[in-house]
């Protein structure tokens, strides 16, 4: 018997002979019994995946106050634990000593530029491009790792913590994953470099530094920081990709990142002074908000889950203007991506 009540001896009498049907039912029946613990298995494996990412960015703002410190909460190590923890597919061509290396070094050169006296947008065109050089040369998509880099840029806000708080949270990130490979939790994959020539990635680069350059020109010229936010220009170069599989959801993707903004608002603007919670538990009730609307939509979006965490270490005046920001940016990005960046690549290419 099959839960729900369906017999297996019903469609057993049409297509078994009488002899082997009480063999062939006891077989079917101890399939299905299989196939349903292993649903259960996976979905439970799955859980706990998602309660890793929400520990670890509990973790993150938990250590940011323990010591003062708000460049521990880092944003985009949401979105990486997403893509390494959650995600059992290849996100990104990248392995963990890559992983570290990249984070760790494009913090570096953020703060660097941060404490130079370059203009603004050269500050940005700068360490983007300093970053593709290095993603190309160590042949790697971690696209994420521009985040690292442009954040401090972007806020106006560093010290020479923040490169070291990145290394720790990218080994931390890094030691997860291992250890969720080792208890069988997610498969390891390895590591697949980038399939483009030097030569292909160099010219999609300059390419994409044009695109960003301009629209950080704008928004700086009209002082709208939100639009150029790090994990929106990360979403905008995911989506140049044109072999990409979010291209197919345009609207979907802009209506979490959305969501997104919207529940970061939520927490940091009403759990915390409205309902009394401490920052540590808003993180976790807003990740975990985030994760029931990306099983909802069937639809991980790594970026979307930065977003969240942004309102933690933003100084906003108005508070609406962060969510409308990211909406018609993500927006402006996805329908630059899709109208420029064309060009068929060969399938299974990053």
């Known amino acids: 018997m099959i839960k729900g009540g369906i017999r297996l001896e019903m469609y057993a009498t049409f ?50 106050l323990l010591l003062g410190r708000q460049e521990f909460i880092f944003p985009e190590l949401a979105a990486l634990s997403i893509g390494c923890l959650v995600i059992v597919k290849r996100v990104w061509c990248v392995d963990r000593w890559r992983t570290v290396v990249l984070l760790t070094g494009a913090a570096l050169l953020g703060t660097l530029l941060f404490y130079s006296s370059l203009p603004f947008i050269a500050k940005i065109a700068l360490g983007f491009s300093s970053v593709a050089l290095l993603l190309i040369l160590l042949r790697s998509s971690l696209y994420p790792a ?51 020539t030097v030569h292909e990635r160099i010219i999609r680069a ?14 700086a010229f009209f002082e709208q920081r939100f639009f150029i936010l790090p994990p929106l220009i ?8 044109p072999e990409a599989g979010l291209r197919k959801a345009p609207f979907l993707i802009t209506v979490l990142m959305a969501v997104a903004a919207l529940l970061g608002n939520f927490g940091k603007l009403f759990l915390e002074p409205f309902l009394g919670l401490s920052p540590v538990l808003s993180m976790g009730s807003v990740l975990l ?37 990211v909406t018609l940016a993500t927006a402006l990005f996805i329908a630059i991506a899709l109208l420029f960046f064309r060009a068929k690549r060969t399938a299974g290419q990053n």
């Open 234 to 241: 990360v979403l905008f170069v995911e989506f140049s990709r």
């Open 146 to 196: 521009l985040s690292a880099c442009l954040l401090p840029l972007v806020l106006n806000e560093s010290s020479w913590v923040y490169p070291l708080a990145v290394f720790l949270l990218a080994l931390l990130l890094v030691g997860m994953q291992w250890l969720m490979e080792k208890l069988h939790l997610r498969t390891a994959l390895p590591f697949r470099p980038v399939a483009r």
């Open 15 to 64: 297509f078994v002979p009488r002899r082997w049907r009480s063999k062939f039912v006891r077989q079917l029946d101890n399939e299905m019994e299989t196939l349903l613990k292993n649903s259960r298995n996976a979905v439970f494996r799955l859980l706990l995946r998602e309660a890793s990412v929400i520990l670890v960015g509990m973790l993150m703002v938990g250590v940011a």
């Open 206 to 219: 300059v390419y994409l530094l044009i695109v960003v350059t301009i629209v950080v020109s704008v928004a």
């Open 289 to 325: 908000l985030l994760f029931v609307v990306f099983s909802t939509s069937k639809r991980y979006f790594a970026p979307a889950a930065a977003i969240a965490v942004l309102p933690q270490i933003l100084q906003q005046d108005n508070w609406y203007l962060f969510p409308i920001e």
